[in-house]
């Protein structure tokens, strides 16, 4: 993915990871009270903090998402390193809630609308990748990528 331009190689930092967490925990507590008057923008609230968790772990490994790999990039190297190899399988949803937060940035006449159970859904997933995410950074196995 760095060779494909998709990631790039940076500093690594705690100190951002910990304030993407953080980030990411004020986007759920948001998020989990507007599920009913606002599913969509709950669902969105909630992918960003589950890419902003998503990011955390690469921060940490001095590893980013450069502008032409994108989210994509970001959930594919979490993915492969955190739930394809019999890890977590949170990070495995990622891409299905990317897609649903996508039909409702860019809605076609032909995109449902999003209901209180997408909401609950994604809020759902968003906990558990900032759970995982947590652990991960608490766990001292994440290095920086060489």
């Known amino acids: 993915m ?21 980030a990411a925990a ?7 009270k507007g599920t ?6 709950a669902l969105q609230l909630s992918y960003d903090a589950s ?9 940490i490994q001095g590893l980013r998402a450069t502008t032409r790999g ?8 979490v993915r492969a390193q955190f739930n ?10 990622l891409h299905a809630l990317r897609r649903r937060r996508n039909r409702t940035e860019y809605p076609d006449p032909d995109s ?10 994604a809020l759902d997933t968003a906990r558990s990748v900032l759970v995982a995410a947590e652990r991960l950074t608490q766990s001292g196995r994440l290095e920086v990528f060489d």
């Not at 494909?4 to 910990?18: F, H, K, M, N, Y």
């Not at 890419?51 to 921060?59: I, Q």
């Not at 994108?70 to 190297?77: N, V």
């Open 70 to 77: 994108g989210h994509i990039a970001l959930i594919d190297a």
């Open 36 to 41: 009913e008057a606002d599913p969509e923008g």
């Open 2 to 22: 760095i060779n494909d331009g998709e990631l790039e190689q940076v500093p690594s930092s705690a100190d951002l990871a910990r304030r993407l967490l953080t």
């Open 51 to 59: 890419r902003k968790a998503a990011t955390a772990l690469l921060t």
């Open 112 to 121: 449902p609308a999003v209901n209180a159970d997408d909401a609950r859904w």
């Open 84 to 93: 394809d190899r019999g890890g977590m399988e949170i990070f495995g949803r």
């Open 26 to 32: 004020a986007h759920i507590e948001l998020a989990s």
